[in-house]
């Protein structure tokens, strides 16, 4: 339900946004919270919007809800984070190229007295056998995100049957699931940008890193033509150009909070 409530209401901002008809030339670009909840895109969207003169509105949703609304022709652009998906997106004929823009990591955070003894942990999937056996409270999104997406890989490769009883589906994005974890005294899996970004801690800490399954890719997709004659192709492969070129990877390669590097440029 909560799933459906998202995607109706990000319909609502896409057809606000496309009704706007007396603004300069833009594009409608459904992406991912992470990207809009670490600052990233204030950041670089007026630098591409300077020498492109193209406004770059964004939808930022959940991965899975990112695919709706582009599966259904409500964006004229796609930055996701999840790779399987992507490709598949391209097999069924949605889109026509899928590229390699930057990447991060996922990590996984959860109250400092450490009930489930994260910190032990040698591999994710040992850590997330721990949260289960200790019965921890868990804050999932719960959104068909690529980060919810990403998790539920990890508690299968765990070998965990999720109980509701200390495993709760929130349906929300990364900012608030991880002020539900913080009120809950919860573990929760976040992607780096968006934790390093986020204000209201309280009692959560960085608890596990650092394991190659927890990378994070981020991939543009430019849309079919034949499929969506209607959307604004020119303009959007603009987009997806520059993000790929050396310009749009310095910009990103730039973005910093408090210091930290976010995101990692990696298209070439």
Avoid: C
Wanted: charged content about 20%.
């Amino acid at each position: 339900m909560k799933k459906t409530l998202n995607l109706v209401l990000a319909s609502i901002v896409v057809m606000g946004l496309s009704l706007n008809t007396h603004a300069r030339d833009y594009i409608i670009l459904a992406s991912t919270t992470s990207t809009e909840n670490s600052g990233l895109f204030e950041s670089i969207l007026p630098k591409f919007e300077e020498v492109a003169g193209i406004e770059v509105r964004v939808v930022a949703v959940g991965t899975g809800q990112a695919f709706e609304l582009a599966r259904r022709g409500d964006a004229d652009s796609l930055l996701v984070h999840d790779t399987a998906g992507e490709q598949r997106f391209v097999e069924n004929g949605y889109a026509t190229e899928r590229t390699d823009v930057m990447y991060n990591d996922f990590v996984l955070i959860g109250p400092t007295n450490d009930p489930a003894s994260v910190r032990e942990a040698k591999t994710a999937a040992e850590a997330f056998a721990s949260i289960a056996k200790a019965k921890a409270a868990f804050a999932s999104r719960g959104d068909d995100s690529g980060t919810n997406r990403a998790e539920l890989r990890l508690w299968e490769s765990a070998g965990v049957e999720l109980v509701r009883d200390w495993y709760r589906e929130l349906g929300s994005g990364m900012g608030p699931t991880l002020n539900t974890a913080a009120a809950m005294d919860a573990y929760v899996m976040s992607d780096r940008a968006t934790w390093v970004a986020f204000g209201n801690r309280q009692n959560l800490t960085l608890l596990f890193e650092g394991d190659d399954v927890l990378f994070n890719q981020y991939g543009s997709l430019l849309l079919s033509e034949q499929r969506y004659p209607h959307l604004k192709h020119e303009l959007a492969r603009q987009w997806h150009s520059w993000l790929i070129s050396e310009d749009g990877q310095q910009a990103i390669a730039d973005f910093k909070v408090n210091g930290q590097q976010l995101f990692f440029p990696n298209a070439n």
